[in-house]
C-alpha cells in the first residue's frame, strides 16, 4: 500500500479526499498547516497532495524544502488557478497542478499516474554505462570527460528510459509519465531530448548507438 501525506487546512476536503483515497488503498497522513507537514515529511511518503494557501507555511515554501531532500511527486491542488501560479509551482519542482474545484475521479487518476512514476525507479542513484556517469539524485551526467547538469525533465525521461533498457517505450507512456495528461507536446519536443541526449553521450549523433528512435513506434536506450 502506498502512503500519501495530504496537506490541506479545509475539514471537508480533507474527509473527501481521505475517504476516496482510502477506498483506492492508499494510506493517507493529514497535515493541516504547512509547518505539520514539514515536521511528517519522510521517505515512507510515495505523493504529496499539498494545497497552497495554507497555515504557517505557504504550499510554495514547503514544495521549494521538500525538493531540497527529495523528488518525491508532488501534486498542487489550489484555488489558485492563475498561469502565474502554475507556473511557479512547476517551477518550484512540482509534478502536477490541480485547480479547485477539480473533478475527484481526475485527482484519483493524476495520483495514481504520479505514484506509477515512481514503479519504473529501478535502478540506483547513480547509473554507468560505456564510460558515462548519470546522477538521478544532483542531475548531474558525467559524459564524454565533461559534467552537464540536466533540467528535472531531461532526467526524468533519462531515468525512464535507463529503467526499461532495451524497451521500446511509446510516445503515449512517456507524455503521461514525465509531462501529465494536461500537457500536450508533440513528437517532435519528444525527439529534441533524443537529441540532447545523443549529443551528450553518443560518439557519432548520426549513428546513434544508446537513444534511438523508432518512427511511429517509440524511443528506446539499448545496450548489451
Keep these: 500500500m502506498k502512503k500519501i501525506l495530504l496537506v490541506e487546512d479545509e475539514e471537508s476536503l480533507i474527509n473527501v479526499l481521505t475517504l476516496n483515497l482510502e477506498i483506492e488503498d492508499y494510506i493517507v497522513e493529514v ?12 521517505d515512507s511518503f510515495s505523493l504529496i497532495i499539498l494545497d ?18 527529495s523528488n518525491v511527486p508532488i501534486l498542487f491542488i489550489s484555488a489558485k488557478g492563475n498561469s502565474t501560479d502554475r507556473i511557479t509551482g512547476l517551477k518550484l519542482g512540482a509534478d502536477d497542478y490541480l485547480v479547485k474545484p477539480f473533478n475527484l475521479e481526475e485527482l484519483l487518476l493524476r495520483v495514481a499516474i504520479l505514484i506509477d512514476r515512481q514503479k519504473t525507479d529501478v535502478i540506483p542513484d547513480t547509473f554507468e554505462f560505456s564510460g558515462n556517469e548519470i546522477n538521478f539524485k544532483t542531475y548531474k551526467i558525467l559524459a564524454k570527460g565533461k559534467e552537464i547538469t540536466l533540467s528535472k525533465r531531461e532526467m526524468e525521461l533519462l531515468k525512464l528510459l535507463i529503467s526499461k533498457k532495451n524497451e521500446v517505450v511509446s510516445r503515449d507512456e512517456i507524455l503521461d509519465l514525465i509531462w501529465g495528461k494536461d500537457q500536450f507536446p508533440t513528437s517532435r519536443t519528444i525527439d529534441n531530448y533524443l537529441l540532447n541526449f ?4 553518443e560518439i557519432d549523433t548520426r549513428k546513434p548507438q544508446y537513444f534511438k528512435s523508432l518512427r511511429g513506434i517509440g524511443y528506446k536506450f539499448e545496450i548489451k
Excluded: H, S, T
Excluded at 31 to 42: E, I, Q, R, V, Y
Design 31 to 42: 497535515a493541516n498547516n504547512g509547518k505539520l507537514a514539514l515536521d511528517k515529511f519522510d
Design 52 to 69: 497552497v494557501m495554507l497555515p504557517e507555511m505557504n504550499g510554495f515554501d514547503v514544495c521549494a524544502k521538500i525538493r531540497q531532500i
Design 198 to 201: 545523443r549529443k551528450y553521450f
